[in-house]
């Protein structure tokens, strides 16, 4: 069964949330992990901290042994980050997009679906 | 194998300029073929090979033996017996391979025919929303239409190898991704037919825009989109849209040959010899129209034909039905609000109310990106100069010169604005 990677992009949670909007939301999420649970949709996935505890990792030179530098922060600072994600394991495409339109991620922000490189079939 | 510069399926003989007839019934063949080894082979490029391979054949024995009755089902034959040649040549098969050979094996000659259904789920998967628009035009005319990658970027003026890259990256996409070859339920359709409807328009368009006799006439997209909307219809005779889309690019197309004149220069509607139209399409056009708005479900492809079929049914510019028009571009405004339908609402509108209610409507689109569109100037100046305010139509046409346009359009703009000087005098 391919496997395919449902990014979940929105805008990073502010200090003080809004405690009822956080209860529907994880309610919507609980009944995605049901649903897709229930189908043998779901490969996996989970929910990253916020981008403020990021911290990105760049090897100089651009081989292997060059200087370590870490930076504080998310690789791309953008209004919409990665919040996390799934593994769907559909048949094609298309079920991957139904099941990626019903990620509450999905109406709060953005999901970018991206194919999973099945490295059986990598020659 | 060698992949790399082999001829598109629909490649042509050129003889004299003129295309063998003996190509083009492989050309347009070609489009079902295809889509039926592509749900054979489950892949793209192996269908076009095993096509390609069947093409070469039936070159050598149609101008010998003449063509067969069913000339797709003879290539489809052929084709089937080339990629399952292949597959037995290769020693290590993949599960892909294995279910092909499955598919391939079963049943013979017509059975393995699913006409309707092959057609629909190759114009379904070139047009997936998953593919960029443009990506979706040059697959489509590739695979659907079988023409070549240089007959594609000569009549969207873009460099060959962007439409082959284009091609190449969707037919990546397409596999990797795994975008499947069906056609979409029922309750899909609305969303998919969209990008479908917007593909072949794109079409009609860019052969509709390319200046005369600039391709020898061996490319004809716009008659390609027509065709393609036929099928369509003949598909979906349900979709209200198709035949829309259809009547739209009749009633459209019918008034070609008068759009320019002897040396190829722009003609306005108001200057056309309309004895020039063709005026059995306008009547098949006037007909679809009548018939699919009784259906009582309007769509923009609808309502922009029943405006064509207006203009196609008024003896001159003077008695066309301007009050008409302009209401059914108001309704179309309504729900598609675009500057295009904007700027062909006023018009229409100062046809009825006069040149100062058509300026009125623009203003609206002043500071709006709409600047940057060279007609929206060249509305704008036509409603001045009515009104005597040459000055500001000359400049109104200066600032239609500054924006982006083909030659054929500047040559006209610079025309009028020539024009302009010598009125004023």
């Known amino acids: 069964m391919p496997r395919y990677a449902a990014l979940i992009y929105g805008a990073e949670p502010s200090g003080e949330s809004d405690p009822e909007l956080w209860g529907k939301i994880m309610a919507e999420y609980m009944h995605f992990g049901e649903v897709g649970g229930a189908a043998g949709v779901i490969g996996g996935g989970e929910a990253l901290h916020p981008t403020t505890m990021a911290t990105t990792v760049h090897v100089t030179g651009g081989a292997k042994g060059g200087d370590v530098i870490a930076t504080d922060g998310p690789f791309a600072e953008t209004k919409e980050v990665l919040g996390g994600f799934y593994l769907l394991d559909c048949k094609d495409l298309d079920e991957a997009l139904s099941w990626a339109a019903q990620i509450p991620g999905a109406w709060y922000g953005r999901v970018e679906v991206r194919p999973v490189i099945d490295m059986s079939e990598m020659g | ?425």
């Open chain 2, 1 to 425: 194998m060698v992949r790399q510069g082999r001829s598109a399926p629909g490649h042509r003989h050129e003889r004299d300029g003129l295309i063998d007839p003996l190509d083009e019934i492989i050309r347009i063949e070609g489009g079902q073929v295809l889509a039926t080894l592509i749900r054979l082979t489950g892949d793209i490029d192996r269908a076009e090979d095993a096509l390609h391979d069947a093409i070469v054949v039936a070159a050598d024995a149609w101008r010998r033996d003449g063509v067969p009755d069913r000339p797709g089902a003879w290539l489809t034959t052929v084709a089937r017996n080339k990629e399952l040649d292949r597959i037995r040549r290769e020693a290590r098969r993949a599960p892909k391979e294995v279910e092909a050979f499955r598919l391939l094996t079963e049943g013979s000659g017509s059975d393995v025919i699913d006409e309707r259904d092959d057609r629909l789920r190759l114009l379904f998967t070139c047009c997936h929303p998953a593919l960029s628009p443009e990506s979706q035009v040059a697959l489509a005319l590739r695979t659907i239409c079988g023409f070549t990658t240089v007959d594609i970027a000569r009549v969207f003026l873009v460099p060959e190898p962007t439409i082959g890259q284009r091609i190449s990256r969707a037919k990546a996409k397409i596999t990797k991704a795994r975008i499947p070859y069906r056609v979409p339920d029922a309750h899909e359709l609305p969303d998919r037919l969209r990008p479908v409807l917007a593909t072949v328009y794109a079409v009609f368009t860019a052969g509709h825009h390319a200046p005369v006799g600039e391709l020898g006439g061996r490319v004809d997209f716009a008659d390609e989109a027509i065709r393609l909307a036929r099928l369509l219809v003949e598909l979906m005779p349900d979709e209200a849209e198709c035949v829309g889309l259809l009547a739209l690019m009749l009633a459209t197309n019918a008034r070609r040959r008068a759009r320019t004149d002897a040396a190829g220069e722009m003609v306005l509607l108001a200057d056309q010899d309309r004895s020039l139209w063709d005026g059995a399409a306008i009547a098949e056009a006037a007909a679809l129209v009548d018939s699919v708005l009784r259906r009582g479900r309007p769509g923009a492809y609808q309502m922009q034909a029943a405006i064509a079929c207006l203009h196609g049914a008024a003896p001159t510019y003077a008695d066309t039905d301007w009050p008409q028009i302009a209401e059914l571009y108001l309704l179309l405004e309504h729900r598609w609000p675009t500057p295009v339908v904007r700027v062909n609402r006023a018009v229409a509108v100062a046809e009825v109310a006069g040149p100062q209610s058509g300026l009125a409507l623009l203003d609206d689109l002043v500071g709006s990106p709409t600047e940057r569109w060279h007609l929206y100037w060249s509305a704008r100046a036509d409603f001045q100069r009515r009104l005597g305010e040459i000055d500001a139509a000359a400049d109104s046409y200066r600032q239609a010169l500054g924006c982006p346009c083909n030659d054929s359009d500047r040559r006209f703009l610079e025309r009028r604005l020539a024009s302009l000087g010598r009125e004023h005098l």
